[in-house]
């Protein structure tokens, strides 16, 4: 599931802790209930935000607010670059589909989380079931610490990103660069780089050309 991995990590201190545990039994399994960690949601596609709202507001409903302490959807700044060759601002997700939820994890605000509209289950491990002919519960694990720090600092980086309303098989034109006013057909998007492949005719021949998302516009 690319970067969202999940880890039973104890290590994983995000977070507030209560008191420092004591030796009695009773007493640790307290604490321990009491710890709020970092899970990741899975929700509908394009519904995060509103999961988001929603899972705010049920929280303070439900009572459990003092337990659901921080909804999070990171982020990180892009510019869409339309078939008209104007540019709009907006924001790109980090991992879209999840949201990323500060909890203290019981029953209660399992219950609040899951029957969130829009909702599909926490990211965890299968519990499955002793007799083995039925699927068992998600069971919900929290992010390691480090899978945590990578995530919001990749967010902090604020690194623009840049979308293309184009995919392999579009024509396009080369507004920009030694290859300016050339004509070619897309073979290859990298948007994580910003930059796509097409098929150039340079010398009347089809020759692939890596150029960035800004040095094109796309024909109609």
């Known amino acids: 599931m690319s970067e969202i991995e999940t880890t039973s990590n104890k290590d994983s201190r995000i977070i507030d802790r209560s008191e420092t545990p004591q030796h009695d039994q009773s007493q640790s399994q307290a604490i321990k209930t009491n710890i709020a960690r970092w899970y990741a949601i899975q929700v509908a596609s394009s519904c995060e935000k509103k999961v988001k709202a929603t899972l705010e507001q049920r929280a303070i409903t439900l009572g459990v607010s003092d337990r659901i302490i921080e909804i999070e959807i990171p982020q ?43 909702v599909i289950n926490f990211v965890g491990a299968e519990d499955r079931r002793a007799t083995g002919k039925a699927r068992g519960h998600i069971k919900p694990r929290p992010l390691s610490r480090q899978e945590v720090n990578r995530i919001f600092k990749r967010a902090a980086e604020k690194k623009t990103v840049v979308k293309l309303d184009v995919e392999e098989g579009d024509q396009i034109v080369v507004t920009s660069g030694p290859f300016k006013d050339f004509q070619g057909e897309v073979i290859e998007v990298s948007g994580e780089r910003n930059k796509l492949k097409a098929l150039l005719s340079i010398f009347g021949r089809e020759t692939p050309v890596e150029l960035e998302f800004s040095q094109i516009t796309k024909q109609n």
Do not use: C, H, I
């Not at 924001?91 to 899951?114: C, H, I, Q, S």
């Open 76 to 118: 990180t700044p892009a510019v869409k670059l339309k078939k008209d060759g104007s540019r709009q601002t907006t924001e790109e997700k980090v991992f879209p589909g999840y949201v990323l939820v500060r909890m203290v994890l019981d029953e209660d605000t399992m219950m609040a989380v899951r029957s969130t509209p829009n």
